[in-house]
């Protein structure tokens, strides 16, 4: 599979002093199912921004396509437009994404802002609609829908812009269980249908759905370890050490247990 992208050796500080990302290099594949994991504050988001091109690190290199994306790069029409058509941005918190006043103008606005046909765009939101089973929220102000619908239409939104890359923050937090399964098998099935998916996230039951490839985030903003899901779940030192699980400790008399604790892992009790 290409390497569509290619992030080289990537800082990014906040207000010039707090460190969010330490040096950072990764290459993803086209058609790639890919995690970005780590603990709250370990700088998921904030390399999810840099790969979209929504802030740029102070130092290292991105590259789409072979094509390294700067300030300078983006303000040339028509990169900016190959860029935004191909690399889609999901964020965590749905209302930050919607603004529009329907459901249906919200699915319509990427299409329209990327100068494809009125006709088009229109049949691309009745055919995500569909896809999505919210054809009856179309005419729904997005601040009148819950958590999930609210969701399905911020991906639905980036959806008609068909992209080739789809960029997915925490995608599964808040949501009820039944919403949750529905966007995985909605992931999966577009990561079949040729989709590339980067998704940060700390839900190592997502990852273990998705089979990932996975990267995972140190407490230090670093890359910790690369590897395919299986290996990374079941390194518990490894989870333990960026505090993605815990360890509790009970003593019973003479008896200690401990058991690792995660909503992923089984308990596993060991006996001292």
Do not use: W
């Amino acid at each position: 599979m290409e390497k569509i992208i290619r992030l080289e050796n990537i800082c990014y500080h906040y207000y010039d002093t707090i460190s969010a990302l330490a040096d950072i290099s990764l290459e993803i594949k086209g058609g790639e199912r890919f995690a970005i994991i780590g603990a709250n504050g370990t700088g998921k988001t904030t390399l999810l921004q840099i790969i979209n091109g929504l802030i740029f690190p102070d130092s290292g290199r991105l590259f789409f396509k072979g094509n390294e994306v700067l300030k300078q790069t983006l303000k040339d029409r028509g990169f900016l437009r190959f860029f935004r058509q191909s690399v889609g941005y999901v964020f965590q918190d749905s209302d930050v994404q919607l603004f529009c006043p329907t459901v249906l103008d919200e699915l319509l606005y990427g299409p329209l802002q990327l100068e494809i046909s009125e006709k088009e765009a229109m049949d691309r939101a009745f055919e995500i609609m569909k896809m999505l089973k919210i054809e009856h929220l179309k005419e729904r102000p997005t601040y009148m829908l819950s958590g999930g619908e609210k969701k399905k239409v911020a991906i639905g939104s980036i959806l008609t812009m068909n992209p080739e890359v789809l960029l997915l923050d925490e995608p599964t937090n808040g949501l009820d269980p039944k919403t949750q399964c529905f966007l995985v098998e909605l992931m999966l099935a577009l990561n079949e249908a040729g989709k590339t998916l980067v998704l940060a996230t700390h839900d190592l039951s997502l990852v273990d759905e998705l089979q990932a490839t996975v990267a995972v985030l140190s407490e230090e903003h670093r890359i910790e370890k690369t590897g395919r899901a299986t290996e990374i779940l079941k390194d518990e030192d490894l989870l333990l050490r960026v505090n993605l699980i815990h360890e509790h400790i009970h003593r019973h008399g003479e008896m200690t247990h401990r058991h690792i604790h995660s909503h992923y892992l089984f308990h596993r009790h060991d006996h001292d």
